[in-house]
Structure formats: C-alpha cells, structure tokens
C-alpha cells in the first residue's frame, strides 16, 4: 500500500512524512447508479477507517467532485463525509463537462456559469458548516476565449470566471467559515500543445490537461499575465 511506501531519497514512509498533506481515496470516486449507493458508502468509510488505523499523521478524504458525483445528491454528500475518519470535503467545478454553457458559447454565457458556480460552492459550503470541517475546492477551470487551445488566445471569460471562484474562498477565510483552499486545474509552465492536433502523443510536453482531453483546453500558460496577475494578487505575491 502506497501509505506504508518508503521514500528512498528521504528514507522516510509516506506515513511519516510531513510533505505530505493528505490521503485522498480516489479521483472522483462516485457510486455511478442507485443501486450501487450503499456499496458506495461502505467502501468509502471503510477504506478511510482502513488508511486512518495505518497513518495517524495524515488527513484523509474522499476526492469527490461534490453533489454532481454523488448521484446529485446533498443528502448522500453529507452523509459519505460525515463519518470522523474523513476529516474535510472537496468539489470539483468543470461548467463544461457539466454543459453548463452552449457549444464555444463561453462569453454568452459567461454570466449563468459564474452563477451556477457560486450556487453550487454555497450548497457545499452550507454541508461542511453543519459537519464543521473544511471544504476545498479542489478542481476548477474554464476553456480559453472562443474555446481557443492556442496559447496566444485571450483569457477574459476564464479570468473573470477564476475570479469569481477565488473571491468564494477569500470571503470564506476572512469570515472563519468552512472554505479552507482552492485550486485551479492547471499549471502548465512552459510546456504548449502542438499546433493543428488536439490530443497527447508520446513525446508531447505535459500539460494540465490530461491526455484523453484536448491539449491546451484548460491549462493555464506561463504566458498567461492576466490569469497570474489574478492569482498572484490573492497568493499575496507581490505583482
């Protein structure tokens, strides 16, 4: 089990290092159909119970992407973090794979996304409140202008859609609420997609984007000033 892995470079298991925050039991994890719901809630306090017995340095969750992975339900969220082993929440945002705008719709409907978010953020935020432990927002982005994968395109709507988000957590920290960090999919550094081919071949650089989506759709570029000015303003990091 990776927990008990011995780092051979520190000499340090996993367990016992303090470079390591967290155990999540999976990306995503989500019952899938109704059926498999009670299944589903088992596993997931057990697994918990089962890496907390081993490492009693760490924190654990489950990954999940929020309401939208637990069969849309508040009720079976709460229920699945409740337990004492998990010791705080996480939510994925994707308006996209939601279809939460039209097509390459991005800047028409720009407005409704940002809303939808919002509201979806409130509802968890309110579950993690009632069990009195903290939320992060694990995973959230937005496609470049037009829906662009070249790195030269404009990032207005994801801006202001990242913005939105950050401004969430913010508000949440200077009032002592639940929203404990956020963090938005993904860092690309230097790497850039190769021009007219969309997926990742071997050999390609990594980026963000993983390599059964379209390379550069949610990456965020070394090149992309606007996008950093923002992030850097609420990282405290000087402009």
């Not at 800047?107 to 432990?133: H, M, N, P």
């Not at 202001?160 to 200077?174: D, E, H, M, P, R």
Request: hydrophobic share 35%; glycine share 6%; charged share 25%.
């Amino acid at each position: 089990l990776i927990v008990n892995r011995v780092n051979s470079y520190s000499k340090k298991a996993y367990k016992d290092d303090s470079a390591i925050m967290a155990w999540e039991l999976a990306n995503e994890p989500r019952p899938m159909r109704a059926v498999a719901i009670d299944a589903y809630k088992q596993w997931t306090s057990e697994m918990a119970a089962y890496i907390k017995s081993m490492d009693k340095n760490h924190l654990v969750t489950l990954g999940t992407e929020g309401i939208m992975g637990t069969e849309e339900s508040a009720e079976l969220f709460e229920e699945v973090h409740r337990p004492a082993q998990i010791d705080y929440l996480t939510l994925h945002i994707w308006p996209k794979n939601w279809s939460w705008f039209k097509g390459n719709e991005i800047e028409l409907g720009l407005d409704s996304v940002i809303a939808k978010t919002v509201r979806y953020i409130q509802i968890q935020k309110q579950i993690a409140d009632k069990l009195k432990k903290p939320l992060v927002i694990e995973e959230f982005g937005l496609p470049r202008d037009q829906h662009s994968f070249d790195p030269a395109t404009t990032t207005t709507a994801r801006d202001s859609y990242y913005l939105a988000v950050i401004t969430q957590w913010k508000n949440s920290v200077q009032q002592n609420q639940s929203i404990a960090g956020c963090n938005f999919w993904a860092f690309g550094g230097s790497a850039r997609p190769v021009p007219h081919q969309e997926f990742w071949k071997d050999g390609d650089d990594f980026m963000g984007d993983p390599p059964q989506e379209e390379q550069g759709l949610n990456t965020v570029f070394d090149s992309d000033k606007s996008t950093w000015t923002i992030i850097k303003q609420f990282a405290g990091i000087p402009k």
